[in-house]
């Protein structure tokens, strides 16, 4: 009898995240962080390795058996282009026309595809292999113009994407059990971790979201700028040729370059009494405040935020600093269930602040098990 076993794999900018989802129900997470001397190599390769090890143990299927055994294996795609699906089966035709993207999002999709060819040379001789591509631009397929065209040529056919879809598409499935009826209305979900980004969602849809054309738009985040004057680009480009220029924007800006080159490591930071340091966090999140007041303003008012993400989760002092001055939006933040990272972080008298943590694998697994029947 033919059983199934789920993978997902989660390549982001600074870590590989993977979790094994068995046939009894168990699951088993693996996480696989960047270390400092791999930062400019192909650090995702050394992390693989330590994965597939890990996994020998952890699949407990024998020869006999695997033939019988379908391997399930949901890839996290961080950009899939102009589709508007949120997954689909990456045969020869999906891995070239991924291959073709790559461009779009250059700090990630690489790993994203080399995942994909580490797992068909390990896994493909001894299972029934399915691999799925779930991307993280399809929840954003619902922005409506005003909030995808950029004001350049139409013509030119650039427009803004969006990212952290898998995520804010797990958020918004469990708003409806915190909230109730406030989950349908105009909800700011922040994404906030080495990679950062802010979504609006109205009724659980994106209406909004602050990465644009690649991710490296928007807020600051750990080595990316964010938006700056176009201009600036324009005089960068002067003096750096596209690769160099694109290792710039990617590795050698945001938080790396707020704070002197001291860290992009926000925990690092925050442990710093430096100067720089300081100033890099108060630039970071004055920044995403500015994001949350623009986005009020442009409906209306907000009706709840949530804090999700590696900083989102784990930084109470970030959570303070973003919330301070948004008391006459309605947002309180209590001092006690924050330093608690606690669910709700609100005020008895606030509209609702939440944390809830990122669980990208679990949307993953969500959107590749609808092809498990293949």
């Given at each position: 009898?033919?059983?199934?076993?789920?993978?997902?794999?989660?390549?982001?900018?600074?870590?590989?995240?993977?979790?094994?989802?068995?046939?009894?129900g168990q699951?088993?997470?693996?996480?696989?962080?960047?270390?400092?001397?791999?930062?400019?190599?192909?650090?995702?390769?050394?992390?693989?390795?330590?994965?597939?090890?890990?996994?020998?143990?952890?699949?407990?299927?024998?020869?006999?058996?695997?033939?019988?055994?379908?391997?399930?294996?949901?890839?996290?795609?961080?950009?899939g282009?102009?589709?508007?699906e949120?997954?689909?089966?990456?045969?020869a035709?999906?891995?070239?026309?991924?291959?073709?993207i790559?461009?779009?999002?250059?700090?990630?999709?690489?790993?994203?595809?080399?995942?994909v060819?580490?797992?068909?040379q390990?896994?493909?001789?001894?299972?029934?292999?399915?691999?799925?591509?779930?991307?993280?631009?399809?929840?954003?397929?619902?922005?409506?113009?005003?909030?995808?065209?950029?004001?350049?040529?139409?013509a030119?056919?650039y427009?803004?994407?969006g990212?952290?879809?898998?995520?804010?598409?797990?958020?918004a499935?469990?708003?409806?059990?915190?909230?109730?009826?406030?989950?349908?209305?105009?909800?700011?979900?922040?994404?906030?971790?080495?990679?950062?980004?802010?979504c609006?969602?109205?009724?659980?849809?994106?209406?909004?979201?602050?990465?644009?054309?690649?991710?490296?738009?928007?807020?600051?985040?750990a080595?990316?700028?964010?938006?700056?004057?176009?201009?600036?680009?324009?005089?960068?480009?002067?003096?750096h040729?596209?690769?160099a220029?694109?290792?710039l924007?990617?590795?050698?800006?945001?938080l790396?370059?707020?704070?002197?080159?001291?860290?992009?490591d926000?925990?690092?930071?925050?442990?710093?009494?430096?100067?720089?340091?300081?100033?890099?966090?108060?630039?970071?999140?004055?920044?995403?405040?500015a994001t949350?007041?623009?986005?009020a303003?442009?409906?209306?008012?907000?009706?709840?935020?949530?804090?999700?993400?590696?900083?989102?989760?784990?930084?109470?002092?970030?959570?303070?600093?973003i919330?301070?001055?948004?008391e006459?939006?309605?947002?309180?933040?209590?001092?006690e269930?924050?330093?608690?990272?606690?669910?709700?972080l609100?005020?008895?008298?606030?509209?609702?602040i939440?944390?809830?943590?990122?669980?990208?694998?679990?949307?993953?697994?969500?959107?590749?098990?609808?092809?498990?029947?293949l």
């Amino acid at each position: 009898m033919e059983t199934l076993t789920t993978l997902t794999i989660n390549c982001g900018s600074s870590s590989l995240k993977a979790s094994l989802f068995l046939a009894d129900g168990q699951r088993i997470n693996y996480c696989y962080r960047q270390t400092p001397d791999q930062k400019h190599g192909n650090y995702h390769a050394k992390a693989f390795e330590h994965l597939l090890e890990d996994l020998k143990t952890s699949l407990r299927i024998d020869d006999k058996s695997s033939k019988t055994h379908t391997l399930l294996i949901g890839h996290r795609f961080v950009h899939g282009g102009d589709i508007a699906e949120a997954a689909r089966l990456i045969d020869a035709n999906e891995r070239s026309r991924l291959e073709s993207i790559t461009h779009l999002a250059p700090l990630h999709m690489p790993s994203n595809l080399q995942g994909v060819d580490i797992c068909t040379q390990a896994f493909a001789d001894r299972f029934k292999l399915l691999q799925v591509a779930c991307f993280d631009t399809a929840f954003h397929h619902t922005l409506s113009e005003l909030a995808y065209r950029l004001p350049i040529p139409k013509a030119l056919d650039y427009r803004r994407y969006g990212f952290h879809g898998l995520n804010y598409a797990n958020i918004a499935q469990q708003l409806t059990q915190h909230l109730g009826t406030t989950a349908n209305g105009h909800v700011v979900i922040a994404h906030l971790g080495s990679g950062a980004s802010l979504c609006l969602i109205k009724n659980l849809r994106s209406i909004d979201t602050s990465m644009g054309y690649s991710p490296a738009g928007g807020i600051p985040m750990a080595t990316r700028s964010g938006d700056i004057d176009p201009g600036v680009m324009l005089a960068l480009a002067k003096d750096h040729d596209y690769h160099a220029l694109s290792e710039l924007v990617y590795q050698k800006m945001g938080l790396l370059a707020l704070s002197n080159g001291e860290s992009s490591d926000m925990s690092a930071l925050i442990a710093s009494n430096s100067a720089h340091a300081k100033f890099a966090i108060a630039f970071f999140t004055r920044q995403v405040r500015a994001t949350i007041g623009a986005y009020a303003a442009k409906v209306g008012g907000l009706d709840a935020i949530v804090f999700t993400g590696g900083i989102g989760e784990h930084s109470a002092l970030v959570r303070a600093m973003i919330c301070d001055h948004l008391e006459f939006m309605g947002f309180k933040l209590n001092i006690e269930k924050n330093q608690q990272h606690a669910t709700v972080l609100s005020n008895m008298d606030s509209k609702p602040i939440l944390m809830i943590p990122a669980d990208e694998e679990a949307e993953i697994a969500r959107l590749a098990y609808s092809f498990s029947h293949l």
